[in-house]
Each structure stands twice: as structure tokens, then as C-alpha cells.
């Protein structure tokens, strides 16, 4: 009797964990924001500023390497992460430098979902672009 009660606790108390999920999509939460854009020209030149459409937004889920997700942001500079856990996410963007031979650096944010709901806004993402 006693070893079934334990088998039986061992069995629940793993069910529980297994079926504890960390940050990731398959929830009803959602992260969004826009991407705002300085455009220079090739002499380093400001030529307009604004939203920025067609840009790439990545997302991290917690602590995990790689991409989880990427959207492009539409024609106003908007994205949106849908269908969200709980959990600590990293949103990113790239932009570019102004020093020769550079890679575009990464600009990014990280934000905390607390509710199953929740929707979180994120400040602009500010970058750079040399598109004439």
C-alpha cells in the first residue's frame, strides 16, 4: 500500500512538471511595437525619417539560443507577436553603423509577460538605414 501511494505521488508530482510550460507561443499573451528608421544616404546624409515597413523583428523565448520567431513589420512599422506563455522574451531588430566594414548591430528590448492575457507594448525600436 505504501509503495503504490508512492509510485502514485511520484507519477503526479511529475505530471505537474511536465506540464509547467516557460516562455514560447501557445499562450494568449502578445508582444508588440513598432520600428522607427533614420534614413541616410550614402555620404551620411539624413534624408527622411520614419516608420519603417518590411523589417525583419526577431523574438528569443527566455532563455533559449537562436530565433523562436521573426515577423516583418507592415507598411506603418508595426509587428506583433501573438499566442505567447508566460515567461521572459527578448525582442530584436538590426540596424546599420556608421563605421566602414561593420556588421549592422543589434538593437533590442526585453520584456517579462506576468499574465496569461497580457499585452505587452514596447517602447519604438530606433535604427538606422542607408537606403536612397
Do not use: W
Amino acid at each position: 500500500m505504501q509503495k503504490t501511494f508512492i509510485i502514485l505521488s511520484v507519477l503526479i508530482i511529475s505530471f505537474f512538471f511536465a506540464c509547467t510550460k516557460g516562455p514560447g507561443s501557445g499562450g494568449r499573451a502578445t508582444i508588440k511595437g513598432k520600428v522607427y528608421t533614420h534614413n541616410y544616404n550614402s555620404s551620411l546624409v539624413l534624408q527622411d525619417s520614419g516608420y519603417l515597413g518590411a523589417q525583419k523583428v526577431y523574438i528569443k523565448y527566455g532563455d533559449q539560443n537562436g530565433v523562436g520567431n521573426d515577423v516583418d513589420t507592415d507598411n506603418e512599422g508595426m509587428y506583433v507577436f501573438p499566442y505567447l506563455r508566460k515567461g521572459k522574451y527578448t525582442v530584436y531588430t538590426y540596424s546599420k553603423t556608421f563605421q566602414n566594414n561593420q556588421l549592422d548591430s543589434v538593437v533590442l528590448q526585453t520584456v517579462t509577460i506576468s499574465d496569461r492575457k497580457e499585452t505587452a507594448e514596447l517602447p519604438d525600436f530606433s535604427i538606422i538605414t542607408f537606403k536612397n
